[in-house]
Each structure stands twice: as C-alpha cells, then as structure tokens.
C-alpha cells in the first residue's frame, strides 16, 4: 500500500479520512460507548445490533418452539453448526463442508491433534514456535503426554531471532523426518506478525508433515485461502475480530482431502445428521467437518455469530483487510509523529505483507501505560512482560478514535501519569 503523501497530524485530517471510510455505516450497528476509544477488539469483538438480534431470536426460539427449535425454530439449532460453518467458509477460502463452528480454540486443537496426530515410527514430534500462546501449547504437551511421549523432546520450538516474530526458513528448517506435525498461528498475538501460511503448508507436505494452524488473530481481519494452499487443519475463536461475544462458540477447518477421517475424539453430535437419531452404539460419522463436534452445540452462545457473519459477507474480507491496513499505518504514522521521544518501539512487523490486525507497541512501562489509557477511557490490552496492542477495527473503529487515542497516549507520556499506578498486571489483561 502506498503511503499517505498527504498524512498529517490534525484531528481535521482524521475526520476527512472517516468521511471517505465506506465502511462508516457498519459503526452505527455497534454498540460503542460514547467517549470511549475501543482498540481491544483482538481479543474481545464489540456487540452489533445484528449479533444481539441473532442471540435473542434463540431465546425467543426457546420461548416459542421449546424442543422444537432444534428443526422448527427461526434458526433451527441442529444444523446451526454446519449453516454457520458454511457461512464462515469464504473468510477461510475453504469449502463449505470443510468447516464447523464448535468447540473453542483450546478443544479444536485438542479434536485435531487426537485426530491427525499418529506419531510412528521416527515421526513422533511436532513443530511449534517459541512466541506461541501459551493455551496451544498446554494443549500439544498433553496431547503428546497422551501419547506416553515427554514433551521435552517431542514437542520442537522453533526460536525467534528477535523475540518478536518467527522466520519462515527458521521453521522450514525444522522440519525434519521426526517431524509429523507443524503447529503455527497465523498472526502471532504479541508481534502482529502474519506469517505465509501457504508457504509453510507446502514445504511440510514436500517433507512428508501435516500443516496445521490457530486462525485466532487473522480470521475476520485477513483473508485466506487454506483449501488452496492444502493447509490440514485450523481452528480459530469467534470472539475476537468476529464479534461474537465472550465465550462465542470457536470454528474448526478440515481439509477436504482428510474428510471421512475418524475423530479423535467423537460423540454423538460427530454423527451423520440423518443417522444420529437412530441411537446406536457404532458411531456413523458425518462425512463433512461437522464429524469433528462432539456434543450438543451451545446455542445460545453461537446465535450472535449469525448476525455478525451477515456483515462480513457485506462487507467482504478483502476490503476489510485493505481498511485494517489503512487503518493501522495511519496509528503508526501518528504514533512515529507524535511520541518520537517517548521511548516506544513498534514491535509488529511495518510491511502489508507480513503484518495482521493490531499495532504492537512496546514499551518498559507497558502495564501501567495500559492503566493509565483505561482511565482515560483508551481500552487496549497489555501481553507481559511488555507490549501494548492496539487495534483499530475495520467495522467499527473511527480515524478519529485512533487519532484520539495517540493524543491521550502522548498526554499521558509527557505528564508522566503513568506513574501513579503499578507497573504490574491486572488478573486479566
Ligand atoms: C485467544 C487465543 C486462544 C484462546 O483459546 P480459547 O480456547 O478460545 O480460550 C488460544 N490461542 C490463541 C493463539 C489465541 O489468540
């Protein structure tokens, strides 16, 4: 993208770029506080008009159909997995059928590695990297334990060069013949680092390996096209860019060449739909990604997903990858212009190519910084033991929200209010 030629630090330049946002119309379908600079919309999306709509056409579902809102509601609930999954499918760039809203993040990893992972002979170990989230990797040293082999010497991370992203080749040379799985993220959650996906997937397959990888931090912000690029498996959380509420249901991608694959870990709801109901104790599994569910889907906390899918289908993920984009080198110019001297480091990678959704800034002070914006109404996120994300949402966030929030970040800087508060963490942060 090129840069912006006519840049400039006044809140007039910001509000002429929100004039030119196509995508202003979507904000008035969020609930946004007044005054308030929301940029933690990476690890928990605002509530739309239209998700809030979705949930409480369930609730009413319950009121008016009682059981029968499993095939008679508005929204009948027993093929709500799959219909969403459908509908998750082009953000993906997968087919329908290879996809399923279920789980979350930690249990879709836990269903694909108990799964797929069939350590024999000398392929008996999967590839990490060192920078992942920490949930991923309690998950693969259980699964690994699972297996009665030491996590100490099966689970590989590769290492970070500057403790903020994760090199390609870094990873490609890994990947050796005890190597049986490639567990990535795509956007790596401290960094912002986007990494080739397709890259990847294609040098594990030259080398005998399955590619998985944890969409938390590009689905709903990047696009992707993992059934082309015969990426094995991924999953991915809904709440985050996707806007589906706290504890939304998660989502789960198998490639079609895997489909008819046995899960790992089956239950009734992995069954064909048709078949399910005949309650007998061989399980016939679906075909389709929906055989990796295993129990009863938790309705009322994936109906808000339906409404907000609805909008990214009208929106369309490629522009608002470009508006992400825009959005985000506009902070970082603000931010270069305007706290030069205040002693941060952006710490996501600065090209299009190689970044995702959110600015990482780094700074010593980071947890108190953090502190110091909620107070004054900026909500970003701390990630120890130094990071400040930040992330300005395509759907709903404004040029001046982000213009606000770097002159609140430079008032609190130059008047050193930082300093009143602890620089600890909060429980959650
Ligand atoms: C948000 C996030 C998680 C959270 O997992 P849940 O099972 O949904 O709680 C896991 N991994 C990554 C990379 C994340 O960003």
């Known amino acids: 993208m090129k840069a912006y030629t006519s840049f400039d630090n006044t809140i007039d330049y910001a509000r002429q770029l929100d004039q030119q946002n196509a995508f202003s119309r979507f904000r008035d379908e969020f609930y946004i506080k007044r005054d308030t600079y929301y940029m933690d919309g990476n690890s928990l999306g605002l509530l739309s008009k239209r998700a809030e709509r979705t949930l409480l056409n369930s609730l009413e579902d319950w009121k008016n159909f009682g059981i029968d809102g499993w095939m008679s509601g508005t929204q009948p609930w027993f093929h709500f997995s799959e219909r969403l999954g459908a509908l998750t499918a ?16 930690t249990t879709n990893i836990h269903q694909v590695l108990s799964t797929f992972f069939k350590p024999a002979g000398k392929r008996t170990k999967i590839l990490a990297d060192e920078l992942n989230f920490p949930s991923d990797i309690y998950a693969i040293k259980a699964q690994l334990q699972l297996h009665g082999l030491d996590p100490e010497e099966h689970l590989v991370q590769v290492k970070s060069k500057d403790g903020r ?12 013949e005890e190597i049986a799985i490639v567990w990535l993220p795509s956007v790596l959650y401290r960094s912002g680092q986007l990494l080739n996906m397709k890259m990847i997937a294609e040098a594990a397959h030259e080398r005998g390996i399955l590619a998985g990888f944890d969409l938390a931090h590009s689905i709903g912000a990047i696009p992707h096209s993992l059934h082309e690029w ?33 899960p790992g870990l089956a239950g009734w709801f992995s069954s064909k739909k048709d078949k399910q109901f005949d309650m007998k104790h061989d399980l016939e599994h679906a075909e389709t990604a929906g055989a990796y569910q295993i129990g009863t889907p938790h ?12 909008m990214f289908e009208e929106a369309g993920i490629e522009n608002i990858r470009e508006s992400s984009l825009r959005m985000t080198e506009y902070m970082m110019q603000l931010i270069e212009h305007e706290l030069g001297k205040a002693g941060f480091e952006i710490g996501n990678p600065r090209e299009d190519w190689r970044r995702g959704g959110h600015v990482c800034l780094e700074h010593e002070e980071a947890a108190r910084i953090c502190k110091a914006l909620k107070e004054s109404n900026v909500i970003p996120d701390f990630r120890a033991p130094n990071v400040i994300r930040l992330a300005p949402i395509a759907l709903y966030t404004s040029y001046e929200d982000i213009f606000k929030t770097v002159q609140i970040l430079k008032r609190i800087m130059e008047n050193e209010e930082y300093k009143k508060f602890e620089n600890t963490r909060n429980v959650v942060a």
């Open 90 to 105: 082009p953000l993906i760039g997968a087919k329908a059928e290879e996809v399923v809203v279920t789980g979350s993040i």
């Open 165 to 176: 992203t994760i090199e390609e080749e870094d990873v490609i040379a890994a990947m050796t």
């Open 230 to 262: 015969g990426v094995d498996f991924a999953v991915w959380c809904n709440y985050k860019y996707l806007n589906s509420g706290p504890g939304g249901v998660g989502g789960m991608f198998v490639h079609q060449n895997h489909l008819g694959t046995a």
């Open 299 to 310: 309705v009322l906390s994936i109906a808000p997903l339906l409404g907000s899918l609805e």
